[in-house]
């Protein structure tokens, strides 16, 4: 087994006890296979494989305004490796959810509908929207969600899980880390075992 393989097959706990962290990706460059941060192929630009650039933009732009920090720290990059995963190596909250796989109808599924609730609440699309505008939606959006008009939401994604799923993906790239903690102001302290069983 590869370092690559071995990487992919470690669970969401190991790979945070081992301080290597979620945002790792196993991706090929100029046609060499390598592990690296999904900050790092977001700054290379390096080349979706499912997500589409509107796909794509949406759901950074989406991401960001809920986790100022997480475009950069490539969530759309982290989103479209981890939906190429086997889904029982993925480390998606949304595994976390029990949601059914595959994942990529369920988050296709949110940033399509996302896209439509947004013309339709405010005639612009969510990407062309200012961050106050991009606030004032998800807002309205999250304030639906409680029971109230749905309308231009075109999918069987829950807005609730879909709003849910993504943060959480954004919290673990931007906060998850030793570096994140220290952001935050906050020793960072990997899971420690208790000494013995219950």
């Not at 933009?57 to 920090?69: C, H, N, R, S």
């Amino acid at each position: 087994m590869n370092g690559q393989d071995k990487a992919a097959s470690q669970s969401r706990r190991q790979l945070l006890k081992k301080g290597i962290g979620l945002g790792m990706i196993a991706t090929n460059v100029a046609g060499v296979n390598v592990l690296m941060t999904s900050r790092s192929a977001y700054a290379k630009s390096l080349a979706l494989k499912t997500l589409n650039k509107t796909e794509a933009k949406i759901l950074e732009d989406f991401a960001e305004t809920l986790v100022p920090g997480a475009r950069e720290a490539g969530i759309a990059h982290y989103l479209d490796y981890n939906l190429t995963t086997e889904p029982t190596k993925t480390t998606l909250i949304a595994s976390y959810f029990n949601l059914t796989p595959p994942f990529l109808p369920f988050y296709r599924g949110g940033i399509e509908s996302l896209s439509s609730y947004s013309l339709e609440k405010t005639n612009k699309e969510f990407e062309h929207m200012s961050q106050d505008e991009k606030e004032k939606i998800i807002s309205s959006l999250f304030q639906h969600m409680s029971g109230h008009d749905l309308s231009g939401w075109q999918s069987e994604t829950s807005p609730f899980l879909f709003y849910q799923c993504v943060r959480s993906d954004a919290l673990d790239l931007v906060y998850g880390t030793p570096e994140g903690f220290q952001k935050l102001g906050i020793p960072y302290m990997e899971h420690i075992l208790p000494p013995s069983t219950w």
